[in-house]
């Protein structure tokens, strides 16, 4: 097996598990888009369920909650880490700290994609974006982040 199917059967597996077994990231319509060593992408489709509450009045339509985009980097940031196990199915990792930057509201689909800058023997840390398509077909970053990790390997 290449290390490619490797990583499909890893996000088929962790979709798998999303579906079944996460309630919250299942309701949200949550996707493991890609996985590969160091990196993965999740997205989460617009729907009018995660939105702000506040009137616009300009005939857009509202802006998903900034809390949506904190749950995909937190998820997306751990999640990659796993690509760095031995066994990315065995072991846990447990969020330490989490920092999210937020550029300008969302207004569609949200997808980020997380990077492995560390993975150390009990603490990891992610870089991940998070990028919109615009209701004028632009793709826009609307949140950065960076997470720290506890990695619980198994030996």
């Given at each position: 097996?290449?290390?490619e199917?490797?990583?499909?059967?890893?996000?088929?597996?962790l979709?798998?598990?999303?579906?079944?077994?996460?309630e919250?990231?299942?309701?949200?319509?949550?996707?493991?888009?890609?996985?590969?060593q160091?990196?993965?992408?999740m997205?989460?489709?617009?729907?009018?369920?995660?939105?702000?509450?506040?009137?616009?009045?300009?005939?857009r339509?509202?802006?998903?909650?900034?809390?949506?985009?904190?749950?995909?980097?937190?998820?997306?940031?751990?999640?990659?880490?796993?690509?760095?196990f031995?066994?990315?199915?065995?072991?846990?990792?447990a969020?330490?700290?989490?920092?999210?930057n937020?550029?300008?509201?969302?207004?569609?689909?949200?997808?980020?994609?997380?990077d492995?800058?560390?993975?150390?023997?009990?603490?990891?840390v992610?870089?991940i974006?998070?990028?919109?398509?615009?209701?004028?077909?632009?793709?826009?970053?609307v949140?950065?982040?960076?997470?720290?990790?506890r990695?619980?390997?198994?030996?």
């Amino acid at each position: 097996m290449t290390a490619e199917d490797e990583f499909e059967a890893h996000r088929t597996l962790l979709q798998g598990y999303i579906d079944e077994n996460h309630e919250f990231l299942s309701w949200l319509g949550t996707t493991v888009d890609h996985v590969g060593q160091g990196t993965m992408t999740m997205s989460i489709p617009y729907d009018d369920k995660l939105t702000n509450t506040r009137p616009n009045g300009d005939g857009r339509r509202p802006d998903i909650h900034g809390g949506v985009a904190a749950t995909l980097v937190d998820t997306v940031g751990g999640l990659a880490l796993r690509t760095e196990f031995d066994e990315p199915t065995s072991g846990g990792v447990a969020t330490i700290n989490l920092n999210v930057n937020y550029l300008r509201p969302a207004t569609g689909d949200l997808r980020a994609t997380a990077d492995v800058v560390r993975a150390g023997s009990s603490v990891g840390v992610s870089e991940i974006t998070v990028e919109t398509t615009t209701l004028d077909g632009e793709i826009v970053k609307v949140a950065t982040g960076q997470g720290a990790y506890r990695l619980f390997r198994v030996e």
